[in-house]
């Protein structure tokens, strides 16, 4: 092997593997752009890393006279059973994150799915005791105007129109959503303003609309709490017709850099692009400046 012909042979040869190796196995084994190897994982390709090099030094090691040919060809598809084993591991292991994955994403589906009724119940509870209120305060006013100080009962019916947050957007499930975002919006210290025409949104099911707008709400407001500037935090819902399309639109505050991939931005997102798929539209998302937008288009269905 001194002879460098000899030499430039072997690095050709290496490199030739190697770029095979690249193309066909290497460039599929990432997972989300990166490799995700558990212990199991790791143990089981240190050990079929060691019997191939096992292997490959009794190759190298002893003349290939004192082998029979078929002791050699054994070994190397050996080698080749190796590798082909350790990419079947990686992609088994793959498989099994990507099950686990979906699975909780199904999980949490299904539970927001369940949750609208909850939520129908609670804002049907709190209308109603706002209601009770107001005519408390009300009669309070009439029939005792003295003996509570009229800035006492100012304050209390300001308390009670905040509580009382029920929209009327022409679709039940809609005005759910946006009753309870809207509340807890108030306790963050967010403005939430909609423009909502709810009633062209009939043909997704409760379930799956509470889920959407749940989702894509609570992507919003916590972007909006992790804005410095109080001014910023802002959140603007459009639901419109243009063009035989049903339009959504929520803008809300660019989050910072490194709060932008956390695993419940990636549930939440998940879940908005299932939901849009499975009624045949199409999910953009953009950044404009220091805001971004989620823009949802429908195809209108009577």
């Known amino acids: 092997m001194a002879s460098p012909w000899a030499v430039l042979v072997q690095l050709l040869s290496g490199a030739v593997f190697f770029a095979a190796v690249y193309i066909l196995l290497a460039r599929q084994l990432p997972y989300k752009?990166?490799?995700?190897?558990?212990?199991?994982?790791?143990?089981?390709?240190?050990?079929?890393?060691?019997?191939?090099?096992?292997?490959?030094?009794?190759?190298?090691?002893?003349?290939?006279?004192?082998?029979?040919?078929?002791?050699?060809?054994?070994?190397?598809?050996?080698?080749?059973y190796f590798i082909t084993l350790l990419y079947f591991q990686s992609e088994l292991f793959k498989k099994s994150a990507m099950?686990?994955?979906?699975?909780?994403?199904?999980?949490?589906?299904?539970?927001?799915?369940?949750?609208?009724?909850?939520?129908?119940?609670?804002?049907?509870?709190?209308?109603?005791?706002?209601?009770?209120l107001k005519v408390q305060i009300a009669n309070l006013r009439k029939l005792s105007p003295e003996a509570v100080p009229p800035e006492r009962i100012e304050e209390a019916e300001r308390a009670a129109r905040l509580y009382d947050a029920n929209r009327n957007t022409g679709n039940e499930v809609l005005d759910v959503v946006l009753t309870e975002k809207s509340l807890l919006c108030e306790s963050r210290g967010i403005q939430l303003n909609a423009v909502a025409n709810g009633?062209?949104?009939?043909?997704?099911?409760?379930?799956?609309?509470?889920?959407?707008?749940?989702?894509?709400?609570?992507?919003?407001?916590?972007?909006?709490?992790?804005?410095?500037?109080?001014?910023?935090?802002?959140i603007d819902l459009l639901v419109c017709v243009r063009q035989g399309f049903v339009v959504v639109n929520i803008i809300s505050p660019l989050r910072p850099p490194e709060k932008q991939a956390n695993r419940s931005t990636q549930y939440e997102l998940k879940v908005i692009r299932r939901i849009v798929q499975k009624y045949k539209g199409t999910l953009t998302l953009e950044e404009q400046g220091e805001f971004f937008a989620e823009k949802i288009i429908f195809p209108l269905q009577k």
């Open 199 to 234: 009633s062209c949104l009939g043909f997704i099911e409760a379930g799956d609309l509470y889920a959407l707008f749940a989702n894509a709400l609570d992507h919003a407001v916590e972007s909006a709490v992790q804005t410095a500037r109080p001014e910023c935090r802002v």
């Open 33 to 80: 752009g990166g490799y995700h190897i558990g212990p199991r994982q790791l143990f089981s390709a240190f050990f079929i890393g060691i019997l191939f090099m096992v292997q490959a030094a009794v190759l190298d090691n002893f003349r290939a006279e004192q082998f029979p040919r078929s002791v050699i060809a054994t070994i190397l598809i050996g080698q080749f």
């Open 99 to 132: 099950e686990k994955e979906m699975n909780a994403l199904n999980l949490l589906y299904e539970r927001q799915r369940q949750q609208y009724q909850v939520a129908r119940q609670n804002v049907q509870i709190i209308n109603k005791r706002c209601h009770e």
